[in-house]
């Protein structure tokens, strides 16, 4: 099955390269459909044993436009091939291509790279690949790894060029532009080319998925989820100026429920405040220690003890991949008082302000002291502060015996709860916090990973997702035409939070909620 997802970018705004090795097999693995998924499901945080975990990743690895705007509007391409035509190719990119007003270098590395796509394309050779590639792509992706990862495009189902971008300024010479490729599973594809007119940013992810559930309202909605079992929590809201208004809210969104790795955007909105107020700079350098290692999902657990990585490392791998040790280096590196200034300031209920987990807690908490556990549904803050003394000292429990993390923790109160409201309230802080100059890299961050394919309506889509045993959770906040101009913190935020007693079979749920977004974009 075709990867949900793919990624192949240098960052050269930043003076290095943001992709590593670790990140480049991520990459290839989900090409290949090593991860098994029927479809990209929610973000979460750890991988231990066999279900997703609320630290756990799948299939959402870092996409971050290569144009680096935020408003890439389509315009029609005439002419594509029939796919279905027995004249035709069945496999990879049809030809003719039809590239409209594109031109100079940009035009000429837009066609380069589809005739790669195409069925029975070879390439690009490792010196062909220097010859196309900045310098600062093939440090973080080497020549010998690009031809396997188009290989998986164009040996897959048959794809033709239906819309072309505008060409997008990005500075300094600098140009992109992002493709629609239609078919069975149909792609948006998104190149860079630099001032010496080399491809500087590859990104190649899914188009919305076909034959959606077509909703007409929100209560439909509610109706569609309420049909799959477990407990959905569906919230709508509009942000402005670091507010969020109610649209929509389902009788569940309206309580506390669980949310995995949404609670991320805590420690992220804390970070920044953090960075506002002079005490953190993003390009402060952190060390790993053993101490902080969480389990998975993330990569930084599998990184030597005193490796260093910036404040803004850790904070877009915590968000992008759900780094459960990043997310614990930063809460770390911040302090409990700056995360309860943050949960103040969100959460309603002063009872659901403390202890904020980290993810080393939960982990432990929910699989690895079971005496603890029982007596933790039950417990007041306080209460709930002491027991955590109580837990084991390390993860060496867990690591030895991963698949003890199975059933469900979330019924005796294990985890992170917010109400939909307060979901939305930390997209419209976050959106807020983007507009001061400390605040600066938080829209990439926050839209490194899309999640589900964005809709052809959305021209801005933040993503936190987060799983676990019995929680799948999606939250995204959405800018599109109708919401002004661009980056100004004004959108709307789709907030869905699943909870069930048991396994969740995540494919129906994800397509719900895709189908969700698409209405997000069209009201």
Same mark, same amino acid.
């Given at each position: 099955?075709?990867?949900?997802?793919?990624?192949?970018?240098?960052?050269?705004?930043?003076?290095?390269?943001?992709?590593?090795? $670790?990140?480049?097999?991520?990459?290839?693995?989900?090409?290949?459909?090593?991860?098994?998924?029927?479809?990209?499901?929610?973000?979460?945080?750890?991988?231990?044993?066999?279900?997703?975990?609320?630290?756990?990743?799948?299939?959402?690895?870092?996409?971050?436009?290569?144009?680096? $705007?935020?408003?890439?509007?389509?315009?029609?391409?005439?002419?594509?091939?029939?796919?279905?035509?027995?004249?035709?190719?069945?496999?990879?990119?049809?030809?003719?291509?039809?590239?409209?007003?594109?031109?100079?270098?940009?035009?000429?590395?837009?066609?380069?790279?589809?005739?790669?796509?195409?069925?029975?394309?070879?390439?690009?050779?490792?010196?062909?690949? =220097?010859?196309?590639? #900045?310098?600062?792509?093939?440090?973080?992706?080497?020549?010998?790894?690009?031809?396997?990862?188009?290989?998986?495009?164009?040996?897959?189902?048959?794809?033709?060029? #239906?819309?072309?971008?505008?060409?997008?300024?990005?500075?300094?010479?600098?140009?992109?532009?992002?493709?629609?490729?239609?078919?069975?599973?149909?792609?948006?594809?998104?190149?860079?080319? /630099?001032?010496?007119?080399?491809?500087?940013?590859?990104?190649?992810?899914?188009?919305?998925?076909?034959?959606?559930?077509?909703?007409?309202?929100?209560?439909?909605?509610?109706?569609?989820?309420?049909?799959?079992?477990?407990?959905?929590?569906?919230?709508?809201?509009?942000?402005? =100026?670091?507010?969020?208004?109610?649209?929509?809210?389902?009788?569940?969104?309206?309580?506390?429920?669980?949310?995995?790795?949404?609670? %991320?955007?805590?420690?992220?909105?804390?970070?920044?405040? =953090?960075?506002?107020?002079?005490?953190?700079?993003?390009?402060?350098?952190?060390?790993?220690?053993?101490?902080? %290692?969480?389990?998975?999902?993330?990569?930084?657990?599998?990184?030597?003890?005193?490796?260093?990585?910036?404040?803004?490392?850790?904070?877009?791998?915590?968000?992008?991949? #759900? /780094?459960?040790?990043?997310?614990?280096?930063?809460?770390?590196?911040?302090?409990?008082?700056?995360? $309860? =200034?943050?949960?103040?300031?969100?959460?309603?209920?002063?009872?659901?302000?403390?202890?904020?987990?980290?993810?080393?807690?939960?982990?432990?908490?929910?699989?690895? $002291?079971?005496?603890?556990?029982?007596?933790?549904?039950?417990?007041?803050?306080?209460?709930?502060?002491?027991?955590?003394?109580?837990?084991?000292?390390?993860? #060496?429990?867990?690591?030895?015996?991963?698949?003890?993390?199975?059933?469900?923790?979330?019924?005796?109160?294990?985890?992170?709860?917010?109400?939909?409201?307060?979901?939305?309230?930390?997209?419209?802080?976050?959106?807020?916090?983007?507009?001061?100059?400390?605040?600066?890299?938080?829209?990439?961050?926050?839209?490194?990973?899309?999640?589900? !394919?964005?809709? /052809?309506?959305?021209?801005?889509?933040?993503? %936190?997702?987060?799983?676990?045993?019995?929680?799948?959770?999606?939250?995204?906040?959405?800018?599109?035409?109708?919401?002004?101009?661009?980056?100004?913190?004004?959108?709307?935020?789709?907030?869905?939070?699943?909870?069930?007693?048991? !396994?969740?079979?995540?494919?129906?749920?994800?397509?719900?909620?895709?189908?969700?977004?698409?209405?997000?974009?069209?009201?």
């Amino acid at each position: 099955m075709r990867s949900s997802r793919a990624l192949v970018r240098a960052d050269r705004r930043h003076g290095r390269a943001r992709s590593t090795g $670790a990140a480049l097999a991520c990459v290839v693995l989900v090409l290949t459909g090593c991860t098994g998924g029927d479809a990209p499901t929610s973000d979460g945080s750890a991988t231990s044993g066999t279900q997703q975990t609320d630290t756990q990743q799948t299939d959402t690895e870092e996409t971050t436009s290569p144009t680096g $705007a935020d408003d890439l509007t389509p315009t029609s391409a005439p002419g594509p091939a029939d796919p279905t035509d027995p004249g035709t190719a069945k496999t990879g990119l049809v030809p003719p291509f039809d590239l409209g007003r594109l031109d100079g270098e940009l035009r000429e590395q837009t066609q380069w790279l589809l005739e790669r796509l195409t069925e029975g394309a070879t390439g690009p050779s490792e010196e062909e690949a =220097a010859e196309r590639f #900045s310098t600062d792509f093939l440090e973080a992706v080497p020549a010998d790894q690009i031809e396997p990862v188009l290989t998986q495009f164009r040996g897959g189902p048959a794809l033709t060029l #239906s819309a072309v971008g505008e060409v997008q300024e990005r500075g300094d010479g600098a140009y992109g532009v992002e493709l629609t490729l239609t078919g069975e599973q149909p792609l948006r594809l998104s190149l860079g080319v /630099d001032a010496d007119g080399l491809i500087d940013a590859l990104l190649i992810q899914p188009g919305p998925p076909q034959n959606l559930p077509e909703l007409g309202s929100w209560e439909e909605l509610d109706e569609e989820f309420s049909a799959l079992g477990g407990t959905t929590a569906v919230f709508v809201g509009e942000v402005s =100026a670091g507010r969020c208004t109610t649209v929509h809210a389902s009788e569940a969104a309206q309580e506390p429920t669980p949310s995995g790795s949404v609670f %991320k955007l805590i420690v992220l909105t804390a970070v920044a405040d =953090a960075v506002a107020n002079g005490e953190l700079a993003w390009d402060d350098e952190l060390t790993l220690t053993a101490p902080v %290692k969480s389990l998975p999902s993330g990569e930084l657990q599998d990184r030597p003890d005193g490796s260093t990585l910036s404040v803004r490392e850790a904070a877009t791998l915590m968000i992008s991949i #759900s /780094d459960n040790t990043a997310t614990d280096l930063l809460m770390e590196t911040i302090g409990p008082e700056r995360l $309860a =200034a943050v949960m103040d300031s969100v959460v309603e209920e002063p009872e659901r302000r403390a202890p904020l987990l980290t993810t080393q807690q939960f982990f432990l908490l929910g699989w690895d $002291a079971p005496d603890v556990r029982a007596q933790w549904a039950d417990a007041d803050p306080a209460e709930r502060t002491a027991l955590l003394e109580q837990l084991p000292q390390d993860l #060496s429990g867990l690591r030895a015996n991963p698949f003890s993390v199975s059933d469900p923790a979330w019924q005796d109160g294990v985890g992170w709860f917010l109400t939909g409201a307060e979901i939305c309230t930390l997209h419209a802080m976050l959106q807020q916090q983007a507009q001061g100059e400390a605040g600066e890299p938080l829209r990439q961050i926050l839209s490194a990973n899309p999640g589900l !394919p964005r809709p /052809d309506g959305a021209r801005y889509q933040a993503f %936190k997702g987060g799983s676990a045993p019995g929680v799948l959770a999606y939250t995204f906040y959405v800018e599109t035409s109708q919401d002004g101009d661009p980056g100004v913190g004004s959108g709307r935020v789709l907030s869905v939070q699943v909870s069930h007693s048991g !396994p969740i079979l995540a494919t129906a749920y994800t397509d719900l909620t895709q189908a969700g977004l698409e209405l997000l974009t069209q009201e």
